[in-house]
């Protein structure tokens, strides 16, 4: 069975850097697609930040500059590292791993930003 877990949310002060990871268990981690999204309370669910199984990275223009999806071959994670938060970015966030017709989500961290 696919399992998919992201880790790293939590409380954060305005203009703070913290960094999310999405792990994967029974798959071949380095060959899906990773996807980041947020949902934020009321709005619908967005893409945040894309990375392909050949290392090709896609962010929406409201994180572009200030977070990086990057994969940690050591540990297999995808992971998010966002700089320089702002309250707006506080949400849930959701890893999807796709590869073809296949895609299994992640049951989300959350992330506040405030002060």
């Known amino acids: 069975q696919v399992r998919v877990v992201e880790s790293g949310g939590g409380l954060v002060q305005p203009g703070g850097s913290p960094r999310l990871s999405c792990a994967a268990s029974?798959?071949?981690?380095?060959?899906?697609?990773v996807h980041w999204y947020r949902q934020a309370p009321g709005k619908q669910r967005e893409l945040v930040a894309t990375?392909?199984?050949?290392?090709?990275?896609i962010y929406a223009d409201s994180v572009k500059g200030r977070f990086t999806i990057f994969r940690d071959n050591a540990n297999d994670t995808v992971n998010l590292q966002m700089n320089n938060l702002k309250p707006v970015d506080t949400a849930v966030y959701y890893c999807?791993?796709?590869?073809?017709?296949?895609?299994?989500w992640g049951q989300g961290t959350q992330v506040t930003v405030s002060s």
């Open positions: 999807k791993v796709a590869l073809g017709s296949i895609d299994r």
């Open positions: 029974g798959i071949i981690f380095s060959i899906y697609d």
């Open positions: 990375i392909t199984n050949i290392g090709s990275t």
